[in-house]
Nanobody, 124 residues
Framework: QVQLVESGGGLVQPGGSLRLSCAASGSTSGIYIYKMGWYRQAPGKQRELVAT???????TYGDFVKGRFTISSDGRKKTVYLQMDSLNRDDTAVYYC????????????????WGQGTQVTVSS
């Protein structure tokens, strides 16, 4: 079974930076990752897109990012990273890793996986 393991969340001051990571672990041999990235959810609000990237390295960012965040990946480690700079209080949320993946050559097995989430708190 594939699991998504997140790390890097924590408390940071406004204007500061954090780097999140998410690694696919477990039975990862023979899987193909179509898309992988991050969503976030603040209390009382809907989940929203932060950043994703496809197997072809196409990147998509939420409208609020405005150049402050950068998503990257390490294909060998099946890991994605989110570099977050110029953080503000509105960035406070639980950040969830998401992966759209399936067994290689078997598109019928394709589905979404979710990490348990990591808390990001921006406060002075």
């Amino acid at each position: 079974q594939v699991q998504l393991v997140e790390s890097g969340g924590g408390l940071v001051q406004p204007g500061g930076s954090l780097r999140l990571s998410c690694a696919a672990s477990g039975s990862t041999s023979g899987i193909y990752i179509y898309k992988m990235g991050w969503y976030r959810q603040a209390p009382g609000k809907q989940r929203e897109l932060v950043a994703t990237m496809t197997s072809g390295a196409e990147k998509t960012y939420g409208d609020f990012v405005k150049g402050r965040f950068t998503i990257s990946s390490d294909g060998r480690k099946k890991t994605v990273y989110l570099q977050m700079d110029s953080l503000n209080r509105d960035d406070t949320a639980v950040y969830y890793c998401n992966a759209d993946l399936g067994a290689v050559y078997e598109p019928s097995t394709r589905r979404d996986y979710w990490g348990q989430g990591t808390q990001v708190t921006v406060s002075s």
